[in-house]
Structure formats: C-alpha cells, structure tokens
C-alpha cells in the first residue's frame, strides 16, 4: 500500500512560482511512474507531468516550458517546480503513483490559484 502526502499549493500572482512536494510512503519500492495531474472548475482533469524510475519526464501540452519535475530518491519525494504561472493553471492538483502491476494511487489534492 502507498500514500501519497502533498504540499506547497497556495495563492500566486500571475508570473510567479511555486513548488510543489508530495512524499511516498508505505510499500514504495513497487512503485513505476509518479507524477502530477490537475483538475480545474468545469474542466478534466489532464496530464501536468510524470517522471519515470530511469528520471525521463513528459509534460502536458499546456505546462511544457514552464514547469519541471524531479525526485529526490533519498526522500521518497518527487517535486512539481511551476514557473511563469497563469491564471489558467489554476485547479487541483493531485500526485499520482503508478505501480509496476498498474495500480493507481492519489494523492489527496492541493490548491493552486493563481491571481491577482
């Protein structure tokens, strides 16, 4: 079993930054794939940025350029660096862990508004 705790969401003027962490705990040494989905009001919920065990990324359309992702082994932690932040990126964000057997793991979401 794997829990996934988030952190770092808040409140950002447009063109700012944030950083998000969500920590993996439980049985993790399964785990394949970790990454980043968010869901705005009245939208889907879509592809922010996932990170593989050999460290290869892939980014939704709308973050590319703007935002990174990386892991820190040691810690259990992968982290969503978002820069150049628009008022579109706002949603929910939630880390999400896939394991080698395909199963899915949510975190429980974190806030990202950005505004004025």
């Known amino acids: 079993q794997v829990q996934l705790v988030e952190s770092g969401g808040g409140l950002v003027q447009p063109g700012g930054s944030l950083r998000l962490s969500c920590i993996a705990s439980?049985?993790?040494?399964?785990?394949?794939?970790m990454g980043w989905y968010r869901q705005a009001p009245g939208k889907q919920r879509e592809l922010v940025a996932v990170i593989n065990k050999g460290d290869s990324a892939r980014f939704g359309d709308a973050v590319k350029g703007r935002f990174t992702i990386s892991r820190d082994s040691a810690k259990n932690t992968v982290y969503l660096q978002m820069n150049s932040l628009k008022p579109g990126d706002t949603a929910v964000y939630y880390c999400?862990?896939?394991?080698?057997?395909?199963?899915?793991?949510w975190g429980q979401g974190t806030q990202v508004t950005v505004s004025s």
């Open positions: 439980g049985s993790i040494v399964s785990i394949n794939v």
């Open positions: 999400n862990a896939v394991s080698a057997s395909e199963e899915a793991y």
